[in-house]
């Protein structure tokens, strides 16, 4: 192997391009499992963001369920998830651009079950006794008007009746049918809670027309989230509860809660989106659960009589979104880890053997060019610790010049109240493999790390977040690792959010790029969807009670405090963070005469699907941070404009 070539950092050539991150790459969302069949549905870029529902056979086959141009997505809570259901081979799935909901036999032709209205569904539970579906409903259909939000029935074939069974709370999900028929379970919580502040677990008892009868409340309240209400396959109720502190497995047994395995470690997750599930039944003694430790996820056997729990040796240190369904088979779930990308995973129990179905992205990238992150634990604020993956550059072809150090892009991760991965990431290694470092911060707030982390952004955000990112990065300029003059920072959203900030409220980082990110939280508390309306009471207080707090914190508001570059990316659609709060930060960099580009993105919502518009986002990062930080590229990219540069 030839020498590596000495070039300044960033300046390395790489094979990990943005054309390779785009081509053929998909996302992985929902999973299920219908007899010996799997389904799970696919978001891809190259088809311009569309949701596919997949089938595979036991044979091997894998075919769309869905046919173009219908794309399996709901816009319950905006960030949907639970977007289809399946049972005796028919699926049922909500379309995008109606949201209607659809039946679909095998090889026939979607056709509406649903009204075309302004209703939206997910989360769905096919009750095939009574030949209906229970499903989560928001009706947007009076104007001016706050969504509502239900638990409905409905008749499998044409739809008829959409009778509201459950209705009062603010919101619902993961409504599930004990295997008799004889119950349903379900989750409520009302403003300003989320639902991984405080929930509410109930029962019910079915008539034979799927009419609920006496309640129970089994579990939760303001202070304790409860997860994934599930029925074992002998009709006891389980669920997630963070009541010890920690999201731990509970049951709820002849009138009793019960705790299966109270440990230091997170079975659940925040409930971002609908259908999430994080353990199954393979039998009604034993559960296949997944749980993740100081931000590393692993995979579980758990007798439940009496409990105990045997860990399964995998090679994966994440279990995706996707999560992960258990038939008494095998389990199916969405997996990766640094050196596998994301891949829906088949386990078989009998023989512990272990295949993937289907990966997120096919690109084959040599070792030589892959980073491997390594979990730091850096002194922050108030005498306490947080976590982060760094990722130092890595390309066999090069070497930096001596007694120099690489640039730092900090990633902040969205939420606020999420988490980021130690998995396989193109998007990463688009960074170390050009000799840029990636600091990807887990800030406090994040999960995974237990209840008392979780709740530390509670009335602190724009303080915390921005405190560990500023301190996750100094740590690694002290250690001697980073370069301290050249620090930049970039989030989406909540992470916009916490670029805008640091930017504004600190003078660390050189530069910065926000992805739909925020502004000015006043606006973000007026102008939002009903799921994330209240969300701002507990992160930063009760408005307009605290309105000094938003416009305190606002990066909009201290504009005085901006002194380096910024990169804006911005969908038109976005009804999550609309486009004006991108647009009067670029309005107020122009004011001040600092650089600035801003890149919107005309059909692009909260997130951005298309392949182009993710290649042409990264490219224009790239560019950006190559004329702020004096670096030469080693491949041309069509150039972005600069304001005042």
């Known amino acids: 192997m030839p020498e590596p070539r000495v070039a300044p950092f960033g300046a390395w050539k790489s094979p990990i391009t943005s054309d390779l991150i785009v081509s053929d790459a998909i996302g992985i969302g929902q999973l299920a499992l219908d007899g010996d069949d799997v389904y799970w549905l696919e978001t891809r870029p190259t088809e311009g963001g569309r949701g596919v529902v ?5 044979d091997g086959q894998v075919t769309d369920v869905t046919p173009p141009p219908f794309n399996v997505r709901t816009r ?35 056709h509406p079950l649903t009204p075309d209205v302004d209703l939206r569904y997910a989360d769905g539970d096919v009750d095939l006794r009574r030949g209906r579906i229970v499903c989560v409903r928001e009706d947007h259909t009076v104007a001016g008007q706050e969504a509502t939000n239900t638990v409905v029935s409905f008749d499998l074939d044409d739809g008829s009746s959409g009778e509201v069974i459950v209705s009062g709370s603010d919101f619902y999900s993961t409504p ?9 379970a379900w989750l409520s919580w009302d403003h300003p809670n989320m639902p991984w502040d405080g929930t509410e677990l109930w029962t019910g008892e079915l008539d034979a027309g799927g009419a609920i009868g006496e309640r129970t409340r089994v579990a939760g309240g303001l202070d304790e989230s409860i997860f994934q209400p599930e029925w074992s396959p002998d009709g ?23 705790s299966l395995c109270e440990m230091e470690a997170e079975f659940g997750a925040p409930q971002w989106g609908l259908g999430m599930r994080t353990y199954g039944f393979a039998s ?127 990633m902040s991760h969205g939420g606020p109240t999420g988490t980021t991965s130690s998995t396989l990431n193109l998007n990463v290694q688009y960074w170390t493999s050009r000799g840029i470092a990636v600091l990807d911060v887990n800030y406090g707030g994040s999960s995974g790390y237990g209840t008392e982390y979780r709740r530390r952004l509670n009335g602190q955000w724009g ?15 002290e250690r001697g690792e980073v370069d301290g003059e050249r620090l930049a920072i970039k989030g989406g959203s909540a992470g916009g959010y916490t670029t805008l900030s640091a930017l504004t409220f600190r003078d660390v980082f050189k530069a910065g790029a926000s992805y739909y990110g925020i502004s000015d939280l006043e606006a973000m508390t ?120």
């Not at 599930?176 to 349903?184: E, F, H, T």
């Not at 804006?568 to 670029?586: I, R, S, T």
């Open 54 to 58: 997949v089938r595979r056979t036991p």
């Open 76 to 110: 319950v809570h905006e960030y949907g998830g639970g977007a289809f259901a399946v049972a005796d081979g028919i699926v049922y799935f909500s379309n995008f651009v109606d949201q209607r909901l659809y039946r679909q036999e095998p090889g026939g032709e979607p």
């Open 176 to 184: 599930r049918i004990s295997p008799d028929g004889s119950r349903l």
């Open 236 to 258: 006891v109720l389980y669920f997630v509860s963070d009541r010890s502190g920690w999201w731990n497995l509970y049951r709820w047994l002849d009138g009793e809660v019960e």
């Open 284 to 410: 009604a003694e034993r559960i296949i659960c997944s749980y993740t430790q100081r931000g590393v996820w692993h995979i579980a056997d758990l007798d439940t009589g009496p409990p105990t729990l045997r860990p399964v040796p995998t090679p994966f240190t994440e279990i995706t979104r996707a999560g992960m369904v258990v038939s008494s088979k095998g389990v199916v779930f969405g997996a990766g880890s640094p050196t596998m990308a994301a891949s829906v995973m088949y386990h078989e129990l009998a023989t512990g053997q272990t295949q993937s179905f289907r990966s997120t992205s096919d690109a084959e990238v040599d070792d030589g060019y892959v980073s491997a992150p390594r979990s730091i634990e850096f002194p922050t604020e108030r005498g306490l610790t947080a976590h982060a993956f760094f990722y130092p550059p890595n390309n066999r072809d090069y070497a930096a010049p001596e007694d120099r150090r690489p640039p730092l892009l900090v």
């Open 463 to 477: 303080v915390v977040d921005i405190d560990d990112c500023v301190n996750g990065a100094t740590y690694l300029v």
């Open 526 to 645: 007026r102008d939002t969807h009903k799921f994330e309306s209240r969300y701002l009471d507990s992160m930063i207080g009760p408005y307009p009670e605290r309105r000094d707090l938003y416009v305190e914190r606002s990066p909009i508001h201290h504009t005085d405090g901006l002194s380096c570059p910024i990169i804006l990316f911005q969908g038109l659609e976005d009804k999550v963070v609309p486009p004006n709060q991108a647009e009067m930060m670029v309005d107020a960099m122009r004011k001040k005469g600092l650089p600035v580009a801003y890149v919107p993105f005309e059909g692009e919502q909260h997130g951005f699907r298309r392949a182009e518009n993710i290649k042409r986002a990264l490219e224009a990062e790239l560019y950006f941070y190559s004329r702020v930080f004096g670096f030469e590229l080693a491949d041309p990219v069509e150039p972005v404009d600069i304001e005042n540069l």
